[in-house]
């Protein structure tokens, strides 16, 4: 899928691959998090998203094209999708903010 970054500071994070002031992460969750961008990177449709069960791949309640990827039980990829098809199975993926969980 085409990806975009909506927020620079995550753009710097998946680049340099180290924590920054805006995401002082420990290096497991950065990488975790450089791992699902490339998973989405390489992803052809909506299906391959939903198969790796263990993203929680999912639409966030009270948004109309809001979702999230699960980082691990704490942490969330929070992500903004542009529909390219109708059926909404391809869409350009803009990475917009990692969040806790539940917060």
Do not use: C
């Not at 340099?16 to 992803?43: G, S």
């Amino acid at each position: 899928m085409e990806t975009i970054f909506l927020n620079k500071h995550l753009e710097k994070l998946y680049k340099e691959a180290k924590k920054n002031k805006k995401y002082p992460l420990p290096q497991y969750l950065i990488d975790k998090y450089i791992e699902v961008v490339d998973f989405i990177k390489a992803a052809d449709t909506i299906v391959a998203m939903r198969s790796r069960r263990s993203y929680k791949f999912e639409k966030l309640a009270g948004y109309n094209s809001r979702y999230s990827i699960r980082l691990n039980k704490k942490y969330r990829l929070e992500i903004e999708i542009e529909w390219i098809d109708n059926k909404h199975t391809i869409g350009i993926f803009g990475i917009d903010e990692i969040s806790k969980h539940y917060e």
